[in-house]
């Protein structure tokens, strides 16, 4: 059940997740279906009998193998006629003749399991074996087989399976041979068939049609690609799109980063988020169609309102945080989260536009990415410009400058951020508080809290702002304990007649306990 439902679920996971995230999520759950058949069974309260299993895994994704395991089974990689034992066991020895498993499937409602990476090359060979083999053959032996085999694992594989039954092995026996023949180059074949097989687009032009499409008008030109409105033929639709310019068509990298912001949109189903649009005809040019927003900028949008009320940009703030989490959860960073990639349509819907800089767990184990600075600097997180690598707290610090610049048209740190390339030198980054800014409306005493809330989405260093953006949002809405705590004047100043009220009626017990002694 266990190896079933992991090769089956595997696959369904998101393409956007990393190996990692996708293979756990798969053992977490299947951890817990046998856990709940052990606790739903007679078996319950046996410690010998239950739905539990020894689980060893390994994932082949680009030039990485990727290590699952849990329990006393083994991984195994043959090197210079040696086999390198790549795993530990779980397993717990009492005597010579009694053990137990520490860990293993379906032993807590909580899953352990060991994972590790390391690079594989061609000719590479791995074994995966059960107690029921390693304990009853030498490695030695095992090893030497498999190097006399040219081609037919699966013969060496059973054979020596029957070598350790005759040994007298009654355990489980079960033993997986596994040859690297080649190794696949490093790139996204998706995106590099689409490159291969397609020209790029040609210069387009208002009136003409394109593709099945209809060329409305430029929305923008620029050096790297132009955008157009255009109209579907067949549906009537409104869409936007966007091709290589010629400067840019024979630049491989770039189009692959160019198809990529269209591979994104297509896994990130949210409103709040730019949709890509499919069409049934047969593309014959490279080039990327999303929704059509007819609306405006957020930056437009701040210039048109340059005094907010509180809850405007809480609404905004809050759309943008929804759109974030369908990022995090496929494992995405947006990495270039700022006004100018916000749209704002007619009914006062906000849309995360522009995936160009956009990290993807799944894509960073197949080729090398960009760490430096791909946002712009005056929103772009302290760790970027120390050359760390970028988290979802880094758009949650670029959601927290977004909306205190609503607040106050300001930055909270100004443009000094963008200087700091050393810890010590952004430790010395004060916050500007938005209670020093007199030009803002307090409203009921609210900005007190938003400040505090805004304060922690942008604070320095990443392990103090909050964990996920759905936080920010609550504590733009609510005061939090962090402000309360500061806040909440003490009970003498607040209240003098109660406290000392208070301090009297604790004397006075205190007085006649030690006259009844």
């Given at each position: 059940t266990a190896v079933t439902s992991f090769l089956q679920d595997y696959y369904c996971t998101s393409d956007s997740w990393s190996v990692k995230t996708s293979a756990q999520r798969v053992l977490k759950a299947t951890n817990s279906w046998l856990y709940a058949q052990t606790q739903n069974s007679p078996n319950r309260h046996d410690k010998d009998k239950g739905y539990v299993c020894t689980f060893s895994a390994l994932v082949f994704k680009s030039n990485t193998a990727h290590l699952f395991h849990s329990g006393d089974s083994r991984i195994y990689r043959l090197s210079d006629g040696r086999l390198e034992q790549l795993t530990t066991d779980h397993r717990r020895e009492v005597s010579p003749e009694v053990s137990y498993l520490t860990r293993a499937l379906g032993i807590h409602c909580y899953l352990e399991i060991d994972y590790k990476a390391i690079p594989i090359h061609e000719g590479d060979i791995f074994v995966l074996a059960t107690d029921g083999v390693y304990e009853?053959?030498?490695?030695?032996?095992?090893?030497?087989?498999?190097?006399?085999?040219?081609?037919?694992?699966?013969?060496?594989?059973?054979?020596?399976?029957?070598?350790?039954?005759?040994?007298?092995?009654?355990?489980?026996?079960?033993?997986?041979?596994?040859?690297?023949?080649?190794?696949?180059?490093?790139?996204?074949?998706?995106?590099?068939?689409?490159?291969?097989?397609?020209?790029?687009?040609?210069?387009?032009?208002?009136?003409?049609?394109?593709?099945?499409?209809?060329?409305?008008?430029?929305?923008?030109?620029?050096?790297?690609?132009?955008?157009?409105?255009?109209?579907?033929?067949?549906?009537?639709?409104?869409?936007?799109?966007?091709?290589?310019?010629?400067?840019?068509?024979?630049?491989?990298?770039?189009?692959?980063?160019?198809?990529?912001?269209?591979?994104?949109?297509?896994?990130?189903?949210?409103?709040?988020?730019?949709?890509?649009?499919?069409?049934?005809?047969?593309?014959?040019?490279?080039?990327?169609?999303?929704?059509?927003?007819?609306?405006?900028?957020?930056?437009?949008?701040m210039i048109d309102n340059p005094t907010p009320t509180i809850d405007t940009v809480r609404s905004i703030v809050e759309q943008i945080a929804k759109g974030l989490q369908a990022f995090h959860r496929q494992e995405m960073v947006h990495q270039d989260l700022r006004p100018a990639n916000v749209m704002i349509d007619a009914t006062g819907t906000v849309k995360i536009i522009d995936f160009g800089a956009t990290k993807v767990a799944g894509i960073t184990e197949i080729k090398k990415v960009n760490d430096g600075i791909v946002g712009t600097a005056q929103y772009t997180a302290p760790e970027y410009f120390l050359g760390e690598t970028?988290?979802?707290?880094?758009?949650?610090?670029?959601?927290?400058?977004?909306?205190?610049?609503?607040?106050?048209?300001?930055?909270?740190?100004?443009?000094?951020?963008?200087?700091?390339?050393?810890?010590?030198?952004?430790?010395?980054?004060?916050?500007?508080?938005?209670?020093?800014?007199?030009?803002?409306?307090?409203?009921?005493?609210?900005?007190?809290?938003?400040?505090?809330?805004?304060?922690?989405?942008?604070?320095?260093?990443?392990?103090?702002?909050?964990?996920?953006?759905?936080?920010?949002?609550?504590?733009?809405?609510?005061?939090?304990?962090?402000?309360?705590?500061?806040?909440?004047?003490?009970?003498?100043?607040?209240?003098?007649?109660?406290?000392?009220?208070?301090?009297?009626?604790?004397?006075?017990?205190?007085?006649?306990?030690?006259?009844?002694?």
């Open positions: 009853y053959l030498s490695e030695r032996i095992v090893a030497e087989a498999i190097e006399s085999t040219e081609s037919d694992f699966d013969h060496t594989a059973k054979s020596l399976v029957d070598k350790a039954y005759e040994a007298g092995s009654d355990d489980n026996l079960t033993l997986q041979i596994v040859k690297i023949s080649s190794l696949s180059q490093q790139n996204l074949s998706e995106v590099q068939e689409q490159i291969g097989l397609l020209p790029p687009a040609p210069a387009l032009q208002a009136r003409k049609e394109f593709d099945g499409y209809d060329i409305l008008r430029e929305i923008y030109i620029s050096s790297r690609s132009h955008v157009y409105l255009a109209r579907d033929s067949q549906s009537g639709e409104k869409v936007v799109i966007k091709t290589p310019s010629a400067e840019m068509r024979n630049d491989e990298e770039y189009l692959e980063n160019f198809l990529m912001e269209e591979w994104i949109a297509k896994r990130l189903n949210n409103a709040y988020v730019l949709k890509a649009v499919d069409s049934p005809r047969k593309r014959h040019y490279l080039y990327t169609v999303t929704e059509y927003i007819e609306g405006k900028t957020l930056s437009q949008w970028g988290t979802s707290q880094s758009d949650i610090f670029s959601l927290g400058v977004i909306a205190y610049q609503m607040l106050s048209g300001r930055l909270p740190y100004g443009t000094a951020i963008a200087k700091t390339n050393t810890s010590k030198s952004q430790q010395r980054l004060v916050y500007a508080s938005l209670l020093k800014n007199n030009t803002l409306n307090s409203e009921n005493n609210t900005l007190g809290w938003v400040d505090c809330a805004i304060k922690q989405a942008v604070e320095i260093n990443p392990t103090k702002r909050y964990a996920e953006v759905s936080e920010f949002v609550y504590d733009l809405k609510h005061p939090s304990p962090r402000y309360l705590s500061k806040s909440k004047p003490p009970l003498m100043e607040r209240n003098p007649v109660v406290f000392w009220q208070g301090i009297s009626f604790i004397l006075t017990c205190i007085v006649i306990y030690q006259c009844i002694q």
